[in-house]
Every structure is written in C-alpha cells, then in structure tokens.
C-alpha cells in the first residue's frame, strides 16, 4: 500500500531546500520521490502581499515548529527585511508557512494550488517568497466556454467574458463587421420638473423618433431643443408627443445639456407620471466621462487605470441590477452612483480608458459593485457594523489601509460657532438651547460613529452620528470626535467619504511606491478576478 503525504508533511520535507535558496525553474522532491513545481515569487523587501483563501488559514512557524488558524479570509502580510507582519501583528521567526484546508490561495491575485513560504535570509537581511503547488485556474476548468481567468497580469488579453454573463441581451448591439459587441450605459441626467424646460443644442440639428414607429423619423433643423411637459404630454419646440419615450440625436457631431456636451443619444421617458432624461452612451465614453469628475486629472496615468476600472466594474453592475428590476435607466448622475460630466478633452484620462478598456473587476464571475472614495482613513471595512457585507463579500476587506497617512483629507478638524451649532440641530432633530457638552456616545467596531449625545438646559438629546454627518458640510466622514470648547464645537475626524472599497488617495501612493493598477485593485477588492468585455 502507497504511504499518503499530506502537504504538511510534505512541507517538513521541503523545508531545508526552502531555506538553502530556490529558483523560479527549482523542482522541491517530495519524500514519495514526486517532484513539486515550486514557484519563487521573487525578494519581498518593503512589499505586502494580499493571500485569500475561501476555506480557513492554517499558519506554521517553521523554526519554533508552532501551528496556529486565521479565521479572517484575507490576510495582509507585510515584509521589510527580516520583519515579518501578518494583519499588522508581528510574526516572530524567520520562516513561515501558509496554507489553506482546501489547498486553494490567491496571493496578490493569482490563483495556486500549493502552500507559501517566507524564508528570511540573516545574511541579506531579505525575506524571499516562494509557493510549493502550482498555478490553479478554477474558471477554465468550470466554466471553458465562460471565462478564462488572469491568473499572469502580463497577459490582460487573455481576460474573455462571454454574452451569457449578462442577464439582459439588449445591453449589446452587435456590430457584425467589426465582430465586437458595445456595451451601452442609460445615465439618468435628470428629472423634469412642472416648472423646468430642458435646453438640448446642437449646431447641426437633430433626428427625433418615437417608440411607437421607430421607422418615422423627423428631422429638426433648429439648434436648440426645448422641451416642457404641457397637460401630461411631452411638447418640443411647442409640439406636442403622446410617445412615452422619444429618442434625440444630433443629425452629426455631439449634443449638450445644460452647456455641457455629452456622447451618444438622448432619451425622453415617460413613467409613472415622471419624465426622466436620460444619456444612452457607449460604456467606455461614460467611463471617460466620469473619470474627469471623480478620478484627480494630475495624477499619472496608472492611476486612473485603477479609477476607468473601477468605474467600469460599479456602471456594468449597476446595469445589470437595473434590467433586474426593470428599470428605465441604469444608472444616476449624482454622487449617490457617480457623477459624469460627459465629453472632454483630457489625453491621458483617454489612454487610461483605451489600455483597460472592456475590464472590470468579477467576484464569482459576476461584476462587483466597486464602491470607492477618496481617503479610508486607515477604516477597516470589514468592521463597519451598519454594511451588508453577505451580498458583496469583497468589499469586507479585513486588513486597513495604511498608504492614504500622507493625505490632507487623512486627519480634519472643523469648527462651528454654538449658535450656529444650535440653530441646525433645532431645526433637524430637536430644539436645543444652552448646550453643556457635545460627545459622541456610541462607535462600531471600526470606530464610525452610530450615536452623539447633547446635554442642554433639557433633557439629553441623543441621534444618530448620520445625523450629525449630514447636518454639518464640513465633517468628511462618520469617523469623528466631537467636544465643546467655549462657545463653538470642534469636531476632529479621519478620513474622507464611506472607507469601503477603493481609497483614491491611498491608491495614488501606491502608485508612487510602485504598485500596478491589477495589484491595487485586488488589495482594495479581496478574492476578485479581473474579466473583460469582448
């Protein structure tokens, strides 16, 4: 009878091979005789390594032959010389295995079948990082016709996302002679009002259809549109349309709203008594467009590879979910999705566009909602206790971010004079006068705030801290004390924005430390797969 070797044992006999040194083409021998492919990933001074497991960690101090679990499902290992940290606590040894019950890590990314080790080396005074197993490849073997995973961030070509992934065809137009598909984005840009006109302009005019004959088309000569809403009927121009929904396009060129151009046809709807204006635009000229508001247009170009990507990822899901539920458009101009501003002319916002185009960020093959903003604060997400994490799992990051410290939006302080201080919660929650003292009297675990107490001449008047937050401009996020001082409130926090997802200023620091927009990504979006649009 074969002896079975369990990995475990397999690693004590690999050990001394480990730390005599390996090569990238080093085959490790098992006590069977079976040679193991083993991986070297290469010196890991000054670097951190992402490692997801979707079973338990089971974590080995070779040296002091100690074995302990991680129930976390990520762990952040950091490594400066012989300093070794995992989930910023210490690990005092010089070689260290990591495996997984089920025998599956991601590290950094990239998919293994194997275990890791973290040899330091006394005499460099660096620490190399090597996998025992091989590179797995889940997705290809699940699902061939499906998607074919990137498990080398060299090969982004090979990212595939085939039709059947979305749940709604229409969202293709097929162009047969190119042999591409478009994929196409409604952003809502607005909603008319009893008393709004919508101003559209074009210097060429304008082609104008309804869906109750698409064939009939009226071609409209004048360069500007208005259009009213008179006695439940749509009028443009002063004529009147019992279309529920008119579709507009410039005859050629673009056309503007409000003074700001825009890519792609508009829509007129009518629904349930509302009127909604909405922009049916090509999903990478909606990404071009959003980044100029919400990516930082100095920053460099890797950057913004991070931001066109996640952007994608958020629009791509945030589309789904609206034919899901039969929604008219798929998604908001405003900062409750994200803000677009249509058309511009910034090249390098372009190019970040053009080197990731069609990718987006997958958990379990489907487009994550790549929630983001502009400084974390250090929050670990996975600690916020008013979040459903069950429904997007990758957003429970269960290490902080630490890169985001240098940032102006990292600490804040405001003041506010107690009259004034006074007057906005008087007029939001509860009259108030003579306010004694200001103190926040409840936290969750990641330290956001959930409850603030007054004590005034009355009895105390306590609400919540998403009160608080939204009754002052000037607080940048729940994360915050607040005390009084003489007569004004001073209010100190961290951080800048909701600390899920992607941190923007973090992000930005990563870059300068020499980190790629894949890796970035996948540290702020735990156990993802990146996927592409073809």
């Known amino acids: ?56 960690f089971v974590v080995t101090d070779l040296v002091r032959h100690k074995t302990s679990n991680i129930s976390e499902r990520s762990i952040l290992l950091d490594i400066a010389g012989l300093t070794m940290t995992i989930n910023g606590k210490t690990a005092h040894t010089r070689a ?12 950094n990314g990239v998919t293994y079948r194997g275990m890791l080790f973290i040899n330091s080396n006394a005499d460099t005074k660096l620490s190399s990082v090597s996998i025992v197993g091989s590179l797995d490849q889940p997705y290809a073997a699940l699902m061939p016709l499906l998607v074919q995973q990137a498990c080398d961030n060299k090969r982004q070509d090979q990212l595939v ?47 104008l259809w309804g869906s109750a004959d698409q064939n009939k ?181 269960e290490y902080p971010c630490l890169h985001c410290k240098l940032s102006k939006t990292y600490l804040w302080e405001t003041v506010c004079a107690l009259a004034d201080f006074e007057k906005l919660v008087s007029n939001a929650v509860k009259k108030v006068k003579n306010i004694k003292s200001v103190a926040v009297s409840k936290k969750d675990k990641a330290g956001l705030v959930s409850e603030v107490v007054l004590k005034n001449s009355g009895a105390p008047v306590i609400f919540s801290g998403q009160k608080m937050y939204s009754l002052m401009k000037e607080i940048k996020s729940l994360c915050f004390q607040a005390h009084k001082e003489d007569n004004k409130v001073v209010i100190k926090g961290r951080g800048y924005g909701h600390h899920i997802g992607l941190c923007q200023w973090g992000a930005r620091e990563m870059v300068r430390d020499g980190w790629n927009h894949k890796r970035i990504l996948q540290f702020y979006y735990p156990g993802t797969d990146f996927m592409r649009i073809t």
């Not at 260290?96 to 590290?107: A, N, P, R, W, Y």
């Not at 501003?341 to 958990?363: C, E, P, W």
Request: contains cysteine; proline residues 3%.
């Open 1 to 56: 009878m074969n002896t079975l070797h369990t990995p475990y044992t397999l690693a004590r006999a690999l050990f001394y091979v480990l730390l005599v040194g390996m090569q990238g083409d080093t085959q490790a021998v098992s006590t069977c005789g079976t040679p193991l492919p083993i991986v070297h990933v290469g010196n890991a001074y000054g670097t951190q390594w992402i490692v997801h497991t979707e079973a338990r």
């Open 96 to 107: 260290l295995q990591i495996e997984s019950t089920d025998g599956v890590l991601q590290i």
């Open 161 to 207: 996302l085939a039709q059947q992934v979305v749940d709604n065809e229409d969202m293709f137009s097929f162009q047969a002679h190119k042999k591409t598909a478009t994929f196409k984005i409604k952003v809502l840009l607005d909603q008319l009002k009893s008393d709004t006109v919508w101003r559209l302009s074009s210097d060429t005019g304008f082609m």
């Open 217 to 397: 088309k009226t071609k409209i000569k004048s360069a500007d549109l208005l259009i009213s809403k008179k006695n439940k009927l749509l009028c443009i121009n002063n004529n009147k349309f019992a279309d529920e929904l008119l579709c507009i396009a410039p005859l050629s060129g673009n056309a503007s709203f409000n003074g700001s151009p825009y890519h792609g046809v508009f829509l007129v709807s009518q629904h349930k008594d509302e009127v909604y204006l909405i922009n049916n635009v090509d999903l990478e000229e909606y990404v071009y467009g959003v980044l100029h508001t919400e990516s930082w247009p100095g920053w460099p170009l890797e950057i913004h590879k991070v931001c066109a990507i996640a952007c994608r990822s958020y629009a791509i899901a945030m589309a789904m979910r609206a034919n899901k539920l039969k929604k008219i458009y798929h998604i908001k101009n405003t900062n409750e999705h994200q803000t677009y501003s249509g058309l511009h002319g910034n090249k390098v916002l372009r190019q970040a566009v053009d080197d990731t185009r069609g990718v987006f960020i997958s958990y379990k093959n489907r487009p994550i909602v790549a929630m983001y903003d502009i400084c974390c604060g250090g929050i670990i997400p996975a600690h916020i206790g008013n979040f459903n994490f069950d429904n997007a799992p990758y957003l429970a990051r």
